[in-house]
């Protein structure tokens, strides 16, 4: 029997995720991922699911190529399940392509499996992510 982590340790474990990711570290960021993990970005135009690390390494690598950002999380929710957490969190960084800056504020809900990330839907607004994109 395994027994459920902590809000703080959940935390660490994003807090790890988020700093792979602001590095542009597509495989430490997977480190704290489950195989079978699956993404959601809803808002996303369009919505866009990722089934699997291997189809989360191939779309981070083209973002994290594009989108240079620092991930800054602001305020950590937990909830009736043990293994979630609802985070609030922000960007800032720019667009390679572009030249543009790039900001944008999240909400996600993030459910983990031990000390793996099992489950990631992330709402963003996309009105500021195509602004940055626009040459």
Do not use: W
Not at 46 to 69: E, M, N, Q
Request: hydrophobic residues 40%.
């Amino acid at each position: 029997m395994t027994s459920e982590l902590s809000t703080a340790s959940l935390t660490e474990i994003l807090v790890s995720s988020f700093a792979a990711l602001s590095r542009g570290d597509v495989e430490g960021h997977l480190a704290n991922c489950a195989q079978d993990i699956v993404v959601e970005f809803p808002f996303a135009d369009p919505p866009v699911r990722i089934d699997g690390a291997t189809a989360l390494r191939a779309y981070l690598s083209k973002a994290l190529s594009i989108f240079h950002f620092t991930l800054t999380i602001d305020r950590i929710l937990a909830t009736e399940n043990p293994g979630c957490l609802v985070v609030e969190f922000s960007s800032t960084g720019s667009v390679t392509t572009t030249g543009k800056a790039y900001a944008n504020s999240y909400i996600g809900i993030f459910e983990f499996l031990g000390t793996k990330l099992r489950f990631q839907r992330e709402y963003y607004n996309p009105l500021r992510a195509q602004e940055a994109l626009r040459v």
